[in-house]
T-cell receptor
Framework: GAGVSQTPSNKVTEKGKYVELRCDPI?????LYWYRQSLGQGPEFLIY????????DSGLPNDRFFAVRPEGSVSTLKIQRTERGDSAVYLC?????????????FGPGTRLTVL | EDQVTQSPEALRLQEGESSSLNCSYT??????LFWYRQDPGKGPEFLFT???AGEEKEKERLKATLTKKESFLHITAPKPEDSATYLC????????????FGSGTRLQVQP
């Protein structure tokens, strides 16, 4: 079946602009995660949704970052007043959302460059 | 705070030369330890989940093992197509679902 998809694959923006990154999870997966990966580092957690609600947003770096998942499927990560330090690859993952250590499957990522 | 440390940072092998990658972790109760493979420009690809000390899992030339403090990814007779970054991550048993990742080991297998 289809995996996690993310759009756009690349986004170049100017400092101070607003950007939206989209994630389509695997069909039937109730849990959705956003991570951010800088060059040479492992992914860092941003936010986790179970269904429509943000169950854990402890990884969001500041209030410029916001994410929604209004219908419990597609999610959008929104970044306001972008800064050069926001440049990274933004990864989305989804899982079945069970009580055990359910596997998170990752999308290809969106590479964000803030000039 | 959960922590994951991977070593070495980079490893260069000749085709057929077996080796092991290390993942040391500290976590407040382990729900699961995950191994992923990541190719340049791609997202992490799931390899294994390990749940408790003593557990082992195999897939083709890869074998993952787990103790109470570390995990090893053993690569037997690697091929050039095994070249990638291998990421280790833990999920705590506290109810928090986020994965904590190490920085990865960049593996290059030369023909």
């Amino acid at each position: 079946g289809a995996g996690v998809s993310q759009t756009p694959s690349n986004k170049v923006t100017e400092k101070g602009k607003y950007v939206e990154l989209r994630c389509d999870p695997i069909s039937g997966h109730t849990a959705l995660y956003w991570y951010r990966q800088s060059l040479g580092q492992g992914p860092e957690f941003l936010i986790y949704f179970q269904g429509t609600g943000a169950a854990d947003d402890s990884g969001l770096p500041n209030d410029r970052f916001f994410a929604v998942r209004p219908e419990g499927s597609v999610s959008t990560l929104k970044i306001q007043r972008t800064e050069r330090g926001d440049s990274a690859v933004y990864l989305c993952a989804s899982s079945l959302g069970g009580t055990g250590a359910d596997t998170q499957y990752f999308g290809p990522g969106t590479r964000l460059t803030v000039l | 705070e959960d922590q994951v440390t991977q070593s070495p940072e980079a490893l260069r092998l000749q085709e057929g030369e077996s080796s092991s990658l290390n993942c040391s972790y500290t976590v407040s109760g382990l729900r699961g330890l995950f191994w992923y493979r990541q190719d340049p420009g791609k997202g992490p690809e799931f390899l294994f989940t390990l749940y408790s000390a003593g557990e082992e899992k195999e897939k083709e030339r890869l074998k993952a093992t787990l103790t109470k403090k570390e995990s090893f990814l053993h690569i037997t007779a690697p091929k050039p197509e095994d070249s990638a970054t291998y990421l280790c991550a833990v999920q705590a048993a506290t109810g928090r679902r986020a994965l904590t990742f190490g920085s990865g080991t960049r593996l290059q297998v030369q023909p």
